[in-house]
């Protein structure tokens, strides 16, 4: 299947310092990337999807502000947490799907990025 | 918004035995899909059953699904411990455009399957 690479694993940050996760898909095109966020022991949660070339789309609830969204090329999305408070961490997993796929196909995951903010 | 609801939360079996998860949801929906999680690690895509199927098999894996109902399960014959993980099913919207790939996840179901 296709690989969708996410980098970093796993990151610890100040409190009011930014962090930046990648998501690259590295076999296929993406025109739609989307970014997930879970606590421990919950669920997926969708923050936002990511379109290549155009702005973010955020879920109700989810802060535009704070955590920023760039799709600047098929294969890339990034998501930057800013100012990032204890409450932020959290596990945070992207998923694309292949261009051109339409609905009914599987999205790939990227492996998570594990960020603790102390 | 999440929409599926898993049950049981957690499941708790021995080695050999079956295990069977299931998942409702509230929306029409394309297909539907289930994942696997490890502790801490990202998502493996199990299977995926579209709205026009009702049963699926891949390997110890049987899932069904029922659009009247809104319901889907998960069946794993024979477990083993390395099945142990959390399992997901998530659901992606009858919608076109940009909302290819948007899943809604249910709540998971913790298996632990003991040796």
């Known amino acids: 299947g296709a690989v969708v690479s996410q980098h970093p694993s796993w990151v610890i940050c100040k409190s009011g310092t930014s962090v930046k996760i990648e998501c690259r898909s590295l076999?296929?095109?993406?025109?739609?990337m989307f970014w997930y966020r879970q606590f421990p022991k919950q669920s997926l949660m969708l923050m936002a999807t990511?379109?290549?070339?155009?702005?973010?789309?955020?879920e109700q609830g989810v802060e535009k502000d704070k955590f920023l969204i760039n799709h600047a090329s098929l294969t890339l999305s990034t998501l930057t947490v800013t100012s990032a408070h204890p409450e932020d961490s959290s596990f945070y997993i992207c998923?694309?799907?292949?261009f051109g796929q339409g609905s009914g196909t599987e999205a790939f995951f990227g492996q998570g990025t594990r960020l603790t903010v102390v | 918004s999440q929409q599926g609801e898993e049950d049981p939360q957690a499941l708790s079996i021995q080695e050999g035995e079956n295990a069977t998860m299931n998942c409702s949801y509230k929306?029409?929906?394309?297909?539907l899909q289930w994942y696997r999680q490890n502790s801490g690690r990202g998502l493996v895509h199990l299977i995926l059953i579209r709205s026009n199927e009702r049963e699926k098999h891949s390997g110890r894996l049987r899932v069904t699904l029922d659009t009247s109902k809104k319901s889907s399960s998960l069946l794993i014959t024979a477990s083993r411990a390395a099945d142990t993980a959390s399992y997901f099913c998530a659901t992606d919207p009858n919608a076109g455009g940009t909302s290819y790939g948007k899943l809604t996840f249910g709540q998971g179901t913790i298996l632990t399957v003991h040796p």
């Open positions: 998923s694309a799907r292949a």
């Open positions: 076999d296929f095109q993406a025109t739609t």
């Open positions: 929306t029409s929906i394309n297909n």
């Open positions: 990511s379109n290549e070339g155009s702005k973010a789309t955020y």
